[in-house]
């Protein structure tokens, strides 16, 4: 949540902070501002998107070999030009940008009234940037200092970056759990809440940890500890093209990433599924085999989307491996006093890497003594770092606000890992795996084909994008996609939607049912068909409106449903990587048809950094 930029080197910092902030936008879009450092500092920042700030700034200074920028997504104070980052200290020296959120911003400001203070914003950034030149001023230190004294009486998250009037060249950083890149140039350095801004200048990255600081000039990049002791930068080169983040001729990168799946769930497999030798190669399960093996339980803990992924994990994880497996809202799970005992494993995934409440609740199970697998998309994000072991699921950047190659490339991950337990273990029979493995090789072909079929999904849309209201039903391993499809088609199109077990509905959302009800049936041919059906009829009877996923072949379903779309077949365990497909092409149609910005839909951030 919220995106921070920042340059420093011979090339002027602001087309390089205003580009990087574009590519940063996914992560919060309420307003956006730039300081630049040249002979003295300027300050730029309007409500809304880097776009409204470019058309404001028309015609003004840019110059500045030194700059900052910040994309923000409002925690402390509605979105407005003064709420918007960076914010300037009461002398006007110090400029700071802020990712977070200062919990005791209160007790701060309190302090810093009694002073004298005034505040110009509603925000807990400025109560600390003026916290901060308080101290300086009194300790008559200089900016890292007065940094280094603040941060030890913050609580909270923060990524800081500050830009001081008097000590030119030099951007000052903070970080603690929110994600924070460093990248190294020739001469120049770089900073971002990711390494996008960054990536067509220098593929070599130092990945900032928490409780760090950092001093950036254009020749030096200094790294401490709070207890001002130097750390060696530990730089990773980045294995990262500028095309994976750019929209490739597609009108928008949901659907471009919705497209990219066929390839992106190829990555996924590759190097790991060997279907003809019968084998799966995973080292981060390899590493842990005897974990695995001995496990009395699974916990996994995930947010959104990855938690749908996680509940479908639960149900792939306990029939084939006959490990106990519970599914946790990381927000929950972090605060409740929930029993881990030593040994237990907990799984957790995650897309960015960075959600904070996921971060968390690893690190709490961590020190219970919980063994920690990652399920992660960014590589060298915070949860692939401290975790014990992962599998990453190389579906390359998402930049969409709505997860769907991740998606399913997590699906591809969580099943590959059950499979390898699962044959480990002796759980599964040879057959069985040997099906799931040649199943499983086949998806990106099946995903293909399901994609060629897209413009029928547009038609369905344009039937439905007026309902107010949705349905999403589905059982077994259909379910957890029913919650999916419902949770996409909020976030896309502002229909107010609700996933279900199938058989859940007659115990309450029935009565919603009449004929101005969509209901989304995902009911591809499985153990649950028959039942499904019934479900069908159920609503037919009631005169609601039934949009039915099913298996190419069924010719039951057609004759009840309103509309329909057919998928391939695929075994239980793989049908959900094929029934999510159409569910995003169906949000995706209909928020495009109601004209929502899908990319960047109202009030959401990609990575939710703040709990
Ligand atoms: O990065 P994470 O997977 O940890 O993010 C968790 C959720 O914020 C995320 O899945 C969110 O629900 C989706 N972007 C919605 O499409």
């Known amino acids: 949540m919220c995106g921070i930029v920042g340059y420093t080197g011979s090339k002027m910092a602001f087309p390089i902070v205003i580009s990087g902030l574009k590519r940063l936008e996914y992560r919060g879009y309420d307003s956006t501002g730039v300081a630049l450092l040249n002979d003295g500092l300027k300050v730029y920042k309007k409500k809304g998107r880097v776009a409204d700030l470019e058309n404001a700034i028309i015609g003004k200074d840019l110059h500045g070999h030194t700059g900052i920028g910040h994309t923000r997504w ?42 004298g203070y005034v505040f110009s914003s509603d925000t807990d950034s400025e109560i600390l940037l003026n916290f901060i030149e308080e101290i300086k001023e009194n300790n008559q230190c200089n900016l890292e200092e007065a940094l280094r004294i603040a941060l030890k009486r913050v609580t909270g998250t923060y990524v800081i970056l500050l830009l001081d009037a008097e000590n030119p060249d030099t951007i000052i950083a903070a970080r603690k759990g929110s994600p924070l890149v460093i990248g190294v140039g020739k001469g120049e350095h770089f900073l971002g809440s990711d390494a996008s801004p960054m990536l067509e200048y220098t593929k070599e990255v130092v990945y900032v940890n928490d409780y760090e600081l950092a001093i950036v000039r254009p020749n030096e990049l200094i790294l401490k500890n709070l207890g001002n002791e130097q750390i060696t930068p530990f730089v990773t080169k980045l294995d990262m093209e500028l095309a994976a983040i750019e929209k490739g001729g597609y009108e928008h990168f949901m659907l471009k990433e919705i497209f990219e799946q066929p390839s992106t769930i190829n990555d996924c497999l590759r190097g790991r599924l060997d279907a003809a030798a019968g084998t799966i190669t995973m080292s981060g399960i390899e590493n842990n085999i005897t974990h695995f093996k001995n496990a009395n339980r699974i916990i996994i803990v995930a947010c959104g989307t990855s938690w749908h992924a996680a509940l479908l994990a639960e149900y792939i994880i306990e029939e084939l491996c006959r490990i106990p497996v519970e599914v946790e809202y990381a927000s929950e799970f972090r605060y409740r006093n929930p029993i881990i005992n030593k040994g237990d494993i907990i799984i957790a995934i995650s897309q960015s890497g960075e959600t904070a409440d996921t971060l968390v609740a690893i690190e709490r199970a961590k020190e219970n003594g919980a063994i920690i697998f990652g399920v992660v998309n960014v590589v060298g994000s915070s949860i692939a770092r401290i975790s014990d072991g992962g599998a990453y699921t190389h579906a390359g950047p998402e930049i969409g606000v709505a997860s769907t190659k991740t998606f399913t490339g997590q699906l591809a991950v969580l099943v590959m890992m059950a499979l390898k337990i699962a044959n480990e273990k002796g759980t599964i029979s040879e057959d069985r795996y040997k099906n799931l493995l040649l199943e499983l090789e086949a998806v990106p072909e099946k995903v293909d084909a399901i994609l060629k079929s897209a413009e029928q999904l547009k038609t369905i849309a344009l039937k439905y994008k007026d309902a107010s209201d949705a349905l999403y039903l589905g059982r077994g391993y259909n379910f957890p996609i029913a919650l999916e499809g419902a949770l996409k088609l909020k976030e896309i199109s502002y229909i107010h939607a609700e996933g279900y077990p199938a058989a859940e509905m007659k115990h309450g959302p029935i009565a919603l049912v009449d004929e101005n009800l969509p209901v989304v049936f995902i009911a591809t041919k499985d153990l649950y068909h028959e039942k499904i059906v019934s479900n069908i009829q159920e609503i037919k009877a009631r005169k609601g409106k039934v949009i039915a996923i099913i298996t190419e072949g069924d010719e039951i379903i057609p004759g009840m449903a309103d509309d329909v779309f057919f998928v391939p077949f695929a075994d239980d365990i793989i049908a959900p990587m094929l029934s999510s497909i159409p569910m995003q092409l169906l949000s995706y149609y209909i928020g495009i048809a109601k004209g929502v910005d899908v990319d960047k839909p109202r009030n959401l951030a990609k990575s939710v950094t703040v709990e």
Not at 91 to 103: A, P, Y
């Open 74 to 115: 409002a925690t402390h104070g509605e979105p407005n030009d003064k709420n918007a980052h960076p914010h300037s200290s009461a002398s006007g020296k110090l400029v700071m940008i802020h990712n977070g959120i200062i919990e005791n911003y209160a007790q701060l400001k309190k302090e810093l009234v009694n002073k």
